[in-house]
């Protein structure tokens, strides 16, 4: 009897657990992305409905390992349905955006090259190479599946990784053991041997519950409760149960009602269900709403599931000069940051977040350790994260840690952030990656953040963190914020929306007329002597009331100062008081709306209310009161309208007669390729004019912004300046219809990427890019500009520099 007793409970457990596995998901995703899991360690990723063979999975595996082999690895998500996605549907059919969402997360564990085949199209994502990325994609622009078969994305994976590899200069032989040529296909790729559709493989490590399964599962349960309950019944181990049938009989007979046993079956399956569905919600979270409203949210990283896996030790100084070893918070959980000890960009941002996720949870938050390890090579000192530490208002709140550059270099790979492997070439700047990592009470990584929050998003971010901290701590603790995940409002130039400002009153903002303003953050002065910056504004102001000069005022991003008082301690160690109103923004709605990125940070707005100007002061310095003026002015000019074609030509009458070729050629798709180009440039070289070359895709976003300025400036200059478009990479029918409805007093020819190096030393970084040329340059160009010209008034300096000759 104790036997079949035990039998019975063995039985009991077995059924529950297959009813409780049956009613959940096959998998628990962190973000509801399934491609973010899969390629954290594997090259492939395809949905179990693509109808992908075995064969043809080990084919494109044998590829991508060769690609790997040969030093330029892909990995590639083929997403042939929406539901391949997960939650973050709202993805579908915007392959690079997907690329760029789905790179971000993989980022800490892969920075090469990253391949998205939807049907609709390519998308390509290279972490740190946004240039190379820019390229591939452009090159694979044309490219997709012919149809929505199997075979069809298989063909199109293998094109699109042939011409990735040979961008990279890996030669085909170094791939030819990867397979033989498609059977049957039109493609000319010989990298892989595919046949048609047939069983599909189990490569993926995500796929949607099978529905049959599901009910197959249930079904076994149902039977082995049944079981149980017989048996039970049977042999009096349910003696509370039949006692309890026993009284219903007895009320039923009162009533002329029989009950029968097996009429409570259906009620404990039913409870069973109920109690499964219960642990399942537990075990999700009921995160599937939440983690499609993240998906929808661009400031907003869901982060990655890492498993479970012991974070690397270290030990390092912290900011008081004690040792810090992360293995000393064991029993605690801890969020890691690595923050650049002179950031005035996103660590602010997150490490606000932080303190919110430590507020959020309570009493809990004794429970939860913050720790920062310095990202800036260049500032190891202890002054540098103990000045970070007091002008943010974290002491007492968190542990920042430092030590020489070999010791940081040595955390950040263990960590898979190799910051120094990030540092700009040109200009010799830290550009970091924002990871933070979750770590449990036992020490084991449990997810990763690489997320870059708008100001506005700062108390969501801390509300998902601390959500993520609570499900480790012991009675995982409530959160006590309850906000919602959708992306937060902005408040943008074209609302009038008023300021608190400081000393009373309120800032109206808005359209109706222009302005200038600054943001700006107390901490600010860590890095610039932002005391005698503001001072400086104070003969702006002046000039701006004397000659009606855009207004100036100042907006402190309250949002990420160190407390409510900060500004007003500031503004009272001044030497003098400002000339010019100052708001705070408190939610950072503001700065998002008026596209903010860091303090401080300049914005010209013109009546329209639109951003016709702006500066970023932490990285390009303060200017002149000469230069502001001088920048105000063009880019108000600039945004009160655009020059038509009928003004432009105008403008241009009695141009010469090369000029005027030109002109009559405006905004034209010229045939001749390169090749065109280059004599059209040499000729333009021989008769003495300056030659200005615009390059630009239709694809591409600043192009798109930057093409007004071309076209007043082609129409200011174009009697004494030449000026001519390469458009990179693009379809003829895109860019004719770009050309459409942006005219220029110019024509422009269909170029690529690999044909324009020629005239680039070090090759094309990227569109948009402007070259300028003289008489006797030949190809080589006087002056590059890498990126779009922000305002008419740089382009106009280097039209009179470098084309002109002359300031």
Request: one cysteine or more; a neutral charge.
């Amino acid at each position: 009897m104790r036997l079949r007793s035990l039998l019975a409970l063995l039985l009991a457990l077995v059924s529950f657990l297959a009813l409780a596995t049956a009613v959940t998901p096959a998998t628990a995703l962190a973000d509801g992305d399934p491609g973010s899991d899969v390629l954290l360690d594997q090259s492939l990723f395809y949905g179990s409905d693509t109808g992908i063979t075995v064969r043809q999975e080990l084919s494109l595996d044998k590829l991508l390992n060769a690609t790997a082999s040969a030093g330029a690895p892909v990995r590639v998500a083929i997403i042939a349905h929406a539901d391949d996605l997960g939650t973050v549907t709202p993805l579908w059919q915007k392959p690079q955006t997907y690329a760029n969402y789905l790179g971000y997360e993989l980022s800490l564990a892969y920075s090469g090259r990253l391949l998205i085949v939807m049907p609709n199209g390519l998308g390509v994502y290279w972490h740190a190479h946004p240039a190379g990325a820019t390229k591939l994609a452009a090159s694979l622009s044309q490219l997709k599946p012919s149809s929505t078969g199997p075979s069809a994305f298989v063909n199109t994976t293998v094109e699109a990784i042939d011409q990735i590899e040979a961008a990279a200069g890996v030669r085909k032989s170094a791939l030819a053991g990867s397979g033989s040529a498609t059977a049957g296909s039109s493609s000319k790729s010989a990298s892989a041997n595919f046949l048609t559709p047939a069983a599909t493989s189990g490569n993926q490590k995500t796929t949607p519950t099978n529905p049959h399964k599901t009910a197959a599962a249930l079904f076994l349960a149902l039977l082995i409760v049944l079981a149980l309950l017989y048996v039970g019944w049977r042999t009096g181990r349910l003696g509370k149960l039949r006692s309890a049938v026993g009284v219903m009989r007895l009320r039923g007979e009162l009533r002329g009602v029989r009950v029968r046993p097996i009429a409570l079956l259906p009620t404990a399956l039913l409870l069973v269900v109920v109690v499964a569905l219960l642990i399942n919600h537990s075990r999700t979270g009921g995160s599937t709403a939440t983690g499609a409203t993240l998906a929808t949210n661009p400031y907003l990283d869901p982060g990655t599931s890492l498993g479970v896996r012991p974070a690397p030790n270290f030990t390092l100084v912290g900011q008081t000069g004690q040792r810090v070893n992360l293995s000393q918070y064991r029993g605690k959980a801890v969020i890691l940051a690595f923050v650049d000890a002179e950031c005035q960009t996103i660590c602010p941002l997150t490490t606000q977040a932080m303190v919110d996720a430590k507020a959020d949870l309570g009493k809990a938050g004794d429970q939860l350790q913050l720790l920062g390890v310095n990202a800036n090579w260049k500032s190891t000192q202890i002054d540098d994260v103990l000045n970070y530490t007091e002008l943010h208002g974290m002491t007492g709140s968190w542990q920042f840690a430092t030590g020489s550059a070999t010791e940081l270099e040595r955390v950040w790979k263990a960590y898979g952030v190799d910051e120094k492997a990030l540092v700009s070439p040109d200009d010799n700047e830290i550009d970091h990656v924002a990871a933070l990592y979750v770590i449990d009470p036992q020490g084991r990584e449990r997810k990763v953040f690489t997320t870059y929050p708008s100001y506005a998003s700062i108390p969501q971010f801390g509300q998902l963190l601390a959500e993520d901290v609570s499900k480790l701590l012991p009675n995982q603790p409530a959160v006590s914020t309850h906000y919602s995940y959708a992306a937060a409002s902005q408040t943008t130039p074209r609302q009038s929306a008023p300021l608190p400002k400081l000393g009373g009153g309120s800032l109206q903002l808005g359209p109706g007329r222009a302005h200038l303003y600054l943001f700006f953050a107390t901490w600010d002065r860590q890095t610039l002597p932002l005391a005698a910056d503001l001072d400086k504004l104070n003969g702006y102001a002046r000039e701006a009331a004397a000659t009606g000069l855009p207004a100036l005022a100042a907006i402190d991003e309250g949002s990420v100062e160190p407390s409510a008082q900060a500004l007003s301690r500031f503004t009272a160690s001044l030497p003098r008081r400002l000339s010019y109103p100052v708001a705070v923004d408190r939610t950072g709605s503001v700065a998002d709306g008026y596209e903010v990125q860091g303090d401080p940070w300049l914005v010209e707005t013109n009546a329209a209310g639109k951003i016709v100007w702006y500066q970023e002061v932490y990285t390009q310095g303060w200017p002149t009161l000469a230069r502001l003026q001088q920048e105000v002015r063009a880019a108000l000019a600039k945004g009160n309208g655009s020059e038509t074609a009928s003004q432009a030509a105008g403008a241009l009458a009695g141009s010469p007669a090369p000029l005027a070729k030109l002109h009559s050629q405006g905004s034209q798709l010229l045939p001749g390729g390169q090749s065109a180009l280059d004599a059209r440039i040499r000729q333009l070289e021989d008769d003495g004019y300056g030659v200005v070359v615009n390059i630009w895709a239709s694809w591409c976003e600043p192009c798109q912004a930057e093409f007004g300025l071309f076209e007043k400036a082609s129409a200011q200059f174009g009697r004494k300046v030449a000026f001519l478009g390469a458009d990179d990479s693009d379809s003829a029918g895109d860019a004719a219809a770009f050309l459409r409805t942006h005219h220029v007093s110019y024509p422009s020819y269909a170029t690529t990427s690999t044909t324009l190096n020629k005239l680039l030393i070090g090759g094309l970084e990227g569109t948009p890019t402007t070259i300028f040329l003289v008489k006797g340059d030949g190809l080589s160009p006087r002056h590059v500009q890498s990126g779009a010209y922000d305002s008419l008034g740089s382009l106009e300096d280097d039209i009179r520099t470098y084309a002109l000759g002359r300031k």
